[in-house]
């Protein structure tokens, strides 16, 4: 009977221990606003002493101004994370604002350390994301204007304003700087670029393909 109760003590602690480093750390104190003369470089970043930290470092405006969506995409993200709020260093949360033009399209990305819930403000969005390999399951939901839709971490999704007036949507993510990924720009445009033949084995097109897509990047 000890030794059940100390296995299942030792499986519930490893499971805790396994959920605590697979975010954000966990705050330790009230805040670490981010110290932006240190030059110590960590895991996120260095706290500046308590006795300097003022309400600004908390606060950011601008969310009532719609993003410039004259683009390719027909799309603009206004973020606000820890680059934009010292004082989210740690608190594991962040913003963003997203404007889509009429036909606009937030592309297919990933958010490698946050799950996204996105609220559509005004208009109406079509978005989905697609689970990991082997079974690529597509999840999409046309969402209306107060309607809620979650992008579990890691996964590829997108949005797209199929309707003819602008939309926006307010997203919140599970991470101080969640990070993105758009699958497009990685594979296409890296620096330096992913050579013809691996692209045209992968994508099953020849090199000419490849390279007229790169050069949109």
Do not use: W
């Not at 966990?26 to 002493?49: A, H, I, W, Y």
């Amino acid at each position: 009977m000890a030794f059940r109760a100390f296995l299942l003590a030792t499986t519930l602690l490893s499971l805790t221990c396994f959920h605590a480093t697979a975010s954000d750390p966990s705050l330790l104190q009230d805040f670490c606003v981010v110290d932006k003369m240190s030059k110590v470089r960590v895991n996120g970043f260095p706290c500046k002493d308590a006795k300097d930290v003022v309400a600004e470092d908390f606060f950011f405006s601008g969310l009532h101004l719609a993003g410039n969506t004259t683009n390719k995409q027909g799309s603009a993200v206004t973020p606000v994370n820890v680059a934009q709020i010292a004082g989210l260093n740690t608190m594991g949360i962040s913003l963003a604002r997203i404007d889509y033009a009429p036909y606009g399209l937030n592309p297919p990305h990933t958010h490698p350390r946050g799950t996204e819930i996105l609220t559509v403000l005004e208009g109406s969005l079509y978005v989905g994301f697609v689970t990991s390999n082997p079974g690529n399951k597509l999840f999409t939901k046309v969402l209306n204007k107060g309607d809620v839709f979650v992008f579990p971490q890691g996964l590829i999704h997108f949005q797209f304003n199929y309707g003819t007036k602008s939309a926006v949507a307010l997203a919140a993510l599970s991470s101080q700087n969640p990070g993105v990924i758009t699958v497009a720009n990685a594979v296409f445009g890296s620096k330096p670029s992913i050579t013809d033949h691996i692209l045209s084995k992968a994508f099953q097109v020849d090199k000419m393909t490849v390279d007229r897509i790169q050069a949109q990047f």
